[in-house]
C-alpha cells in the first residue's frame, strides 16, 4: 500500500494532466476575476498586506496552491486540559489534512478540504482507542477524528459555511490577518470561534476557538509565478469539554498546541502519522484526491 501500483500511477498522471489542463484552458482568468488586483501582480506590483484581497491572495498561496492542485498539511502537538489555572498534557495529537482551492470570480476561494487525526499516548506514542480523564478516571471512547471532505469559501473577512452544515446547528465567526512583515518573512494570522450543536460523536455541544498562523515567504507572495509558497503553520487552540470526554463535573477548558507544514508528498508527512493513517484510514490515504473528487458542490445561501 505504500507505493501504486502502474493502474494508480496512470490514473494519478491522467489526474495531473488534466489538472494542468484545465490551468491553462482558463485557471488564470479565474484568478484574475476572483482577486480584483491580479493583473496588477502579473504587471509587478508588490502586495498590499493591509489590502483585504490581496491578503487573500497571499493567504490563498501560503494554505494551497491557486492553480487547484492538492496540497497537504502535517502537525504534531498536544492536547492539555486547563482546571484551576494549571495546563496538564492530556495526549499527544498527530494531524494531517489535504487541501485543493479553487477561485470563484468575484468571491474568493473556495476550499475543499479533508482532514483526519489521531490522538496519541503521551508516552508510547500508540494511537488511543479509549482515554482515561486524569481529572475524574473516567475511560471514554475516542471517536473518529475525520472532518470532509466539504468546501467553503474563503472570503477576505474569512470562511462562509455551506448553507447546510455538515455537523447539526453551526455559528462560526472569522478573521483573517493582520500580516506581519521581517524581512522576507511573512505572519497571516487565520483565526476563528465555533459554538457547535450536534449529534456527532466528534463534535456534542462545544465552543471551539482556532488561531492559526500561517509562515512563509513575502518574495514567494509577491511572484506570480508561484501559485504555491512553502509555508509552516502555527496552531493554538481553546475549546469547552466535548461531550466525549465525560467532564461535566470537571470543570475548566482544554487548550492545544501545534506545530507544522506544507507538503506536497505522502512520503513528506511524518512516519508515525502515515503509519496511523494507513492502519486507521486506508482507502483515504491510499487516494486522497479521489476523495476530494467525491466532495458535495459548494451550496452557499
Known amino acids: ?8 500511477e496512470q490514473h494519478a498522471g491522467r489526474r495531473t494532466a488534466d489538472r494542468r489542463h484545465f490551468v491553462t484552458a482558463g485557471l488564470a482568468g479565474m484568478i484574475a476575476a476572483a482577486l480584483p488586483r491580479w493583473s496588477d501582480l502579473q504587471a509587478g506590483a508588490s502586495l498590499n498586506l493591509d489590502d483585504p484581497w490581496d491578503r487573500l491572495t497571499a493567504l490563498a498561496k501560503l494554505r494551497g496552491n491557486i492553480d487547484g492542485s492538492t496540497v497537504m498539511w502535517w502537525m504534531k502537538g498536544v492536547r ?3 482546571v484551576d489555572n494549571v ?34 499516548d503521551l508516552e508510547t506514542g500508540a494511537v488511543l482507542d479509549t482515554f482515561k480523564n486524569p481529572y475524574n478516571g473516567k475511560v471514554v471512547e475516542v471517536p473518529e477524528q475525520r472532518l ?10 474569512g470562511v462562509v459555511l455551506p448553507d447546510v452544515p455538515m455537523f ?4 462560526l465567526q472569522t478573521r483573517v490577518g493582520p500580516a506581519f512583515v521581517s524581512g522576507d518573512d511573512v505572519w497571516i494570522r487565520d483565526d476563528s470561534t465555533v459554538k457547535v450543536d450536534s449529534d456527532h460523536p466528534m463534535m456534542g455541544k462545544h465552543i471551539y476557538n482556532e488561531l492559526v498562523t ?10 506570480p509565478g508561484v501559485t504555491s509558497a512553502r509555508a509552516e503553520i502555527s496552531f493554538t487552540s481553546v475549546t469547552s469539554w466535548r461531550e466525549w470526554f465525560e467532564a461535566d463535573d470537571v470543570g475548566g ?12 508528498r505522502l512520503d513528506d508527512f511524518p512516519p508515525e502519522y502515515l503509519a496511523a493513517a494507513r492502519e486507521r484510514h486506508p482507502d483515504l490515504i491510499a487516494d486522497p484526491d ?6 458535495p458542490p459548494l451550496k452557499l445561501p
Not at 470532509?148 to 473577512?157: C, K
Not at 479521489?290 to 466532495?295: E, G, P, Q, S, T
Open 148 to 157: 470532509g471532505p466539504y468546501p467553503v469559501l474563503m472570503r477576505p473577512t
Open 290 to 295: 479521489a476523495v476530494l473528487d467525491a466532495a
Open 87 to 120: 495546563v496538564t498534557p492530556l495526549f499527544g495529537m498527530l494531524i494531517g489534512s489535504f487541501q485543493r482551492l479553487r477561485p470563484v470570480p468575484g468571491k474568493g476561494f473556495e476550499v475543499n478540504m479533508l482532514e483526519m487525526s489521531y490522538f496519541t
Open 80 to 82: 492539555y486540559g486547563v
Open 214 to 223: 500561517y509562515r512563509g515567504s513575502l518574495r514567494e507572495l509577491n511572484d
Open 253 to 264: 477548558h482544554t487548550t492545544a498546541r501545534a506545530n507544522g507544514s506544507k507538503i506536497y
Open 1 to 8: 500500500m505504500g507505493r501504486q501500483t502502474d493502474k494508480q
Open 168 to 171: 447539526g446547528d453551526v455559528e
